[in-house]
């Protein structure tokens, strides 16, 4: 560890706020999605969401929040050196976010049964599609994130990168929780 | 911040020496000077070929009636006859138009001199992540050999224009060109999409957190201020467009109607119903428009520097300068709606984008003034750099004029879609910032290659270049004027176009002989690359920080610690200094005889010391003159 110079902290530095504004390009992605719904959704009367939102997005809302939370207490135990807390948050952080996955997955299910399908002739429905998915490709990463996270400690690598690993992740995994508060908020008010 | 980037020599010795082996270093290099290297000559490469395909349609233009053999020994089906077909003319236009607009424009611009300049004007070692930033030139790599592909599949490269509106193409059985050449375009796009995210990440990233010690913000050069202004447009912009492609993905391929209704295919109706093509419209001009700032910018900043120094003039208003690229930056953001005037848009909304649009002209008018006010009894030595931007200038003024024209609603509904359009951007955004790129390879070929190019082929090659440049865009204004719209095949299908035949004829001319020009750029600049004179370390006699590294590259630009900076870039002929520029690292206590109170910014010791200086040199001085 003591061959780490003043440069390359400065270099995570610089590199932890790639992660931030990787974070703006992604939030600037769901912008222009959002604003096509409203743009396309004014365009006419027959089109518009017309259905109740499925109950699991209630659900995985819930789920997301707690995996915050357990996100910045695995950031916190890092900060702490106390590496065994880390790793255990790190994991339930994971699993969370799997079953947030799995929540998102069946409410296309619920979708479908109730006969709104991707392919349709009212896009602003195919918008759920578009929106739950974009999020979850983002979820993806940011378990893929964790992951690294996770095996770094394995690993052992030295705590200033454990740290940065750690920092990047949750700015990215608070970042998701937010995004998908925004876009249910969203969609409760288009519902 | 800036302060903890210093670096012992010591410890940069042990990582300046890795083992270097063929692979590392020229392809897979992570060195910002190799990849900006590798970005210029991929974007000169896919320069050659869009120009080369923009005579092809210029042939079809000029003579329409007549039959070039050779066009068939090339092109086989696609010129049967020795005539180029309708089909492969769109496709023409098309790939000239994504190719000169991204791949030349943007990753040739952007990628080669913020990834050479911006590590090396403001003392750094390299960016933020070089492995991001080998990244961002593979996907850029990627998309240029993809969007290539394209060319060589049965049914042609892509052909509903570069904004490829939809429902052309949506739908693969729409035109030739919207089958697999279209979904190449698409692929090809998101990885250039992915490359420039990457790069402009890595940009603003370095710009904020890596600065040497002493090189606050307002001590940047243009230069990097335009490429961070350049890499926050793209950042904002870029990710519009992803959102724009997905869902065209999605109509194309899965069936959606996003952008698809009451569709009638040879007959048969699409199933397609309730999309909106308008959606299209806005989502892509949500990126199309800052697009073309993220061409223009880096060219503008480029040429404030390039302007100075060879003006040995300090750049005349440098906040003005930094202030008109904000305001650039911050409107390129409300205008999208001025190339959606004819869709049908609410006359008040049509309102209030012609006044956003218009604003505009504020700082480009800012800055074209700095400009000529800098030249303005400057001891200006005319380098082929310096002409390239004197014609950067030229063109963006009588190019931005026409823009006043068609912003306005009233004037662009006539205008829309005509050869007036074409003149207007192709002087603006085209030939200015193609022009702003030629001059930044000009100026820094010698921090590049380590040797000077030809500067009377460097003449020839300007003089040739904007003549013809010229010759071929602004007789355009007249035919747009007259009503004769562009990306139309053949000029004898139309009674009233029959009269623009002569002028096309004259344009093609002109744009073979400019075509032809650029032969001695490019034996000039890959001949001067091996047999060029050997390159001094300061060759223009310039104020930034990149000349003060060694002639030959080294990883870490700087042996031993990265100079401090001690003032602006722009002290060029300040009175009382002996020669008429001083570097950005030579500190105050070096030039007390020019130092000037604002200098000091407010340090009250320094104040002091020079004013115990003057007191001291300026009895003996008012002698001498007596």
């Known amino acids: 560890m003591a061959n780490f110079t003043e440069q390359d902290k400065a270099n995570l530095k610089a590199k932890k706020f790639l992660v931030w504004l990787f974070v703006i390009s992604s939030f600037m992605l769901f912008a222009a999605l959002t604003s096509g719904f409203i743009v396309y959704t004014a365009g006419s009367v027959e089109r518009g969401i017309k259905i109740s939102l499925p109950q699991s997005f209630m659900y995985s809302t819930a789920v997301i929040v707690l995996s915050s939370i357990s996100m910045h207490l695995a950031y916190l135990s890092a900060k702490r050196l106390q590496f065994a807390k880390q790793q255990g948050y790190l994991l339930l952080t994971m699993a969370l976010g799997i079953v947030f996955f799995f929540l998102q997955l069946s409410s296309w299910t619920y979708l479908t049964q109730q006969g709104v399908y991707f392919v349709n002739p009212n896009a602003s429905q195919s918008f759920l599609y578009v929106f739950t998915g974009a999020h979850l490709l983002h979820v993806f990463a940011g378990l893929m994130m964790l992951l690294n996270a996770w095996i770094g400690k394995l690993k052992n690598i030295p705590q200033v990168n454990n740290l940065f690993r750690l920092e990047s992740t949750s700015i990215f995994w608070h970042f998701i929780d937010i995004l998908w508060i925004y876009l249910y908020v969203f969609l409760l008010l288009n519902q | ?626």
């Not at chain 2, 569709?263 to 990126?287: A, D, K, M, T, Y």
């Not at chain 2, 790129?437 to 082929?457: A, I, N, S």
């Not at chain 2, 003089?463 to 007789?475: C, D, E, H, R």
Request: hydrophobic share 50%; with cysteine; net charge neutral.
């Open chain 2, 1 to 626: 911040m800036a302060s903890t980037a210093i670096h012992d020599s010591a410890a940069h010795h042990d990582h300046g020496h890795h083992h270097e082996t063929f692979l590392t270093k020229y392809i897979f290099s992570q060195d910002h000077k190799m990849i900006a290297k590798q970005f210029l000559i991929t974007g000169i490469v896919m320069g050659v070929i869009a120009m080369i395909l923009s005579v092809l349609f210029r042939l079809q233009l000029g003579w329409p009636d007549k039959s070039f053999p050779i066009l068939e020994t090339f092109l086989g089906k696609w010129a049967e006859g020795g005539r180029i077909k309708p089909d492969f003319y769109l496709a023409l236009v098309t790939i000239h138009g994504t190719m000169m607009v991204f791949f030349v424009l943007t990753a040739g611009l952007s990628g080669t001199f913020s990834n050479l300049l911006i590590p090396l004007q403001l003392g750094a070692r390299d960016m933020a992540s070089p492995f991001i930033n080998m990244l961002s030139y593979w996907f850029f790599f990627l998309a240029c050999v993809i969007m290539m592909g394209s060319f060589f599949v049965e049914s042609g490269p892509a052909s509903a224009g570069w904004t490829i509106y939809p429902p052309l193409s949506a739908l693969p059985k729409a035109i030739a060109g919207s089958g697999l050449g279209m979904t190449l375009w698409l692929v090809s796009m998101t990885l250039f999409v992915a490359s420039s995210l990457m790069g402009a990440l890595n940009y603003i990233s370095t710009v904020l957190n890596m600065r040497t010690k002493g090189m606050d913000l307002w001590r940047m050069p243009l230069t990097i201020w335009a490429f961070f202004l350049t890499a926050i447009v793209g950042v904002l912009s870029f990710p519009v467009l992803v959102s724009a492609v997905v869902l065209l993905i999605f109509d194309r391929s899965f069936g959606t109607s996003f952008y698809l209704s009451d569709i009638v295919v040879q007959g048969q109706v699409l199933p397609n119903q309730g999309g909106s093509p308008i959606l299209w419209e806005h989502l892509f001009w949500f990126l199309g428009h800052p697009e073309v700032y993220i061409v223009l910018m880096p060219a503008l900043g480029i040429t404030s520097e390039v302007i100075a120094t060879n003006s040995r003039k300090p750049i005349f208003g440098y906040h003005a300068m930094v202030y008109s690229l904000i305001g650039i930056t911050v409107l390129s953001f409300i205008v999208w709606g001025h190339h959606m005037f004819v869709t049908g848009m609410n006359p008040f909304l049509g309102g209030v984008f012609m006044i956003t649009t218009l604003i505009i002209a504020v700082p480009s008018a800012v800055k074209t003034f700095n400009y000529l006010a800098t030249l303005w009894r400057g001891n200006i030595r005319f380098t082929p750099a310096m002409m390239f931007a004197i014609g950067l200038v030229s063109f963006f003024i009588s190019g931005g004029l026409t823009g006043i024209f068609l912003g306005n609603a009233a004037l662009d509904i006539n205008l829309h879609d005509t050869y007036f359009v074409v003149a207007h951007f192709h002087l603006v955004m085209g030939s200015a910032s193609i022009f702003g790129m030629l001059c930044g390879v000009y100026h820094w070929y010698p921090k590049m290659f380590g040797r000077m190019m030809d500067e009377k082929l460097g003449y020839l090659h300007f003089w040739l270049t904007f003549i013809g440049a010229y010759l071929v865009f602004f007789p355009m204004h007249f035919m747009g004027l007259d009503g004769v719209p562009r990306r139309y095949y053949a000029f004898t299908e139309f009674e009233f176009m029959k009269e623009w035949l002569s002028v096309n004829a004259f344009i093609s001319w002109a744009a073979i002989i400019a075509a032809l020009a650029q032969v001695a750029f490019l034996w000039n600049f890959f001949y001067s690359m091996f047999y060029g004179k050997k390159a001094p370390q300061n060759p223009w006699e310039s104020n930034t920080m990149e000349w003060t590294t060694p002639v030959e590259h080294l990883h870490g630009n700087w042996p031993g610690e990265i100079p401090t900076v001690y003032r602006w870039p722009y002290d060029y002929s300040k009175p009382g200094h002996d020669k008429d520029f001083i570097p950005q690292t030579t500190p105050l206590s070096q030039t007390m005889s020019s130092n000037l109170p604002h200098d000091f910014e407010g340090n009250v010791e320094a104040e002091k010391i020079q004013a115990q200086w003057k007191s001291e040199v300026k009895p003996s001085a008012a002698k001498k003159k007596a």
